[in-house]
Structure formats: structure tokens, C-alpha cells
């Protein structure tokens, strides 16, 4: 029987915010509230970070997790979150490790709840899922675009023919906060998702992120609204 891991990956360079993984947000790292959150789940037996920076390892270790030194040619601007997770899933192996599941967990989505990945492992458990994903539900999100002409036309929906918010069919939003996956699918398509696949459905205000400098007083204004700075 193998075990069910947490790997957040956190790279040390980004544009948006130099830094991002180690700013401050409500007293401690923004990457501490993904570890924390991973160490609370009573579905997840071991929690990891990689990372190509020294700093933010030595935040994973001083929080009692396991911390991966990534490569720099897997921590580029190009690099893709399969090759972090697939790297990882290498070196936990290499440990003596089985693995049956991977909970990737987004470090720059911090508003969430150690219980939405523990209802979202026992779902992907009772379904028999290979892969899954955290959203939020949408039902009213009407998308436009400037077409080759440059004239606006609707994309999901016809704004001649509107419906009412109860009638149309629920979509949903992948919101990046978490994956579920099994290593042989990530290694068998190099992508996150693949085989049987399933969705956890989050509250709205639990989609958000941080990426550009406004999103931390955003996150900070949700954490404090909903009591979530324990």
C-alpha cells in the first residue's frame, strides 16, 4: 500500500513579485500557508517542497517538511509544473517511498482549508478518480473577445438569446488551488490530468491567488473577512 504525498512547488525567481513565495501575508510566508494547510490533513501522510532556492527550503525545513533541491533547468520561467512534480516524484521514490497519489498544491493560493484537500482525497478515492481538480462553480460568467475585425462578440453564450442564471448549466472554473493525481498518469501523458477525472467544487472567494502586488491586500481582506488567519 503506498502513500499519498503533498508536493508545493516553489520556484525562487518571478516577475510579478520578486520574492513571492517568502512575502509576508498575515504574520508569516505566503508559502506557509500551503505547508501548514498540508501538515493539517489527516488524508496526506508526508508533505514536500522543491524549490531551487536555499531560502525558501530553509523555510520547508524550519516548518518540519521535507524539502527538494530542484534543478535549475527545471526552474525557469519555461518550466512546467509537470517536470517539478515528475522531478519530485523521482527523488520521494528514490527514498523508498511508494506512491499511490500526488496532492499538488499551488503555494501562491493561500485561502483554502486543510479540510477542502482531505473531502477532495476521499472523493477521489470513492470515484476511483486518476486525476482531479479544485474549482469553483460558475453559472452567470460571460466571456467576451474582439474578433479579427475588432468587433466584440460573445464566446460561452449568445447575448441575443440570454438565460435565465437558474437555467443555465453549471461550469467550472479550475482554480488552480490543488491537483490530485497518480504518478503513473503524470508520467504516461506528462500532463496533470488524464485517465478517469474528477473536480472538488470550492467556494469562490477560496479562488484566489497571489500573482501581481494588489492581489495581497485582496487576500489578506479575505483571510482576515473569514477568519482565517489561525
Not at 508545493?8 to 517568502?22: D, E, F
Not at 461550469?171 to 504518478?183: A, Q, T, V
Not at 479562488?207 to 485582496?218: G, Y
Request: glycine share 8%.
Amino acid at each position: 500500500m503506498g502513500i499519498t504525498v503533498a508536493v508545493i512547488l516553489a520556484r525562487a525567481g518571478s516577475k510579478g513579485i520578486p520574492g513571492k513565495n517568502l512575502l509576508e501575508l498575515e504574520g508569516k510566508p505566503l508559502l506557509a500557508w500551503s505547508i501548514e494547510q498540508a501538515k493539517s490533513c489527516e488524508h496526506i501522510d508526508s508533505v514536500w517542497v522543491s524549490s531551487d532556492g536555499d531560502d525558501i527550503l530553509s523555510v520547508a525545513n524550519r516548518l518540519g517538511v521535507n524539502a527538494i533541491k530542484r534543478p535549475t533547468n527545471l526552474s525557469g520561467d519555461t518550466a512546467t509544473s509537470e517536470s517539478g512534480w515528475l522531478h519530485a516524484i523521482e527523488v520521494i521514490e528514490s527514498q523508498g517511498y511508494e506512491i499511490d497519489r500526488v496532492v499538488g498544491i499551488q503555494g501562491t493560493s493561500p485561502i483554502r482549508e486543510a479540510s477542502d484537500m482531505d473531502e477532495a482525497i476521499v472523493l477521489f478515492e470513492e470515484r476511483a478518480y486518476d486525476s482531479l481538480f479544485s474549482a469553483c462553480e460558475i453559472r452567470d460568467y460571460n466571456v467576451w473577445q474582439l474578433n479579427e475585425q475588432g468587433d466584440l462578440e460573445s464566446v460561452n453564450y449568445d447575448y441575443r438569446n440570454r438565460q435565465r442564471r437558474q437555467s443555465i448549466t453549471p461550469r467550472y472554473l479550475e482554480n488552480g488551488s490543488f491537483y490530485i493525481f497518480k504518478p503513473n498518469i503524470l508520467r504516461t501523458h506528462n500532463n496533470r490530468m488524464g485517465g478517469q477525472k474528477g473536480v472538488y467544487i470550492m467556494e469562490l472567494y477560496k479562488s484566489f491567488q497571489i500573482d501581481e502586488p494588489e492581489d495581497v491586500r485582496l487576500c489578506s481582506a479575505i483571510i482576515d473577512g473569514y477568519d482565517m488567519a489561525k
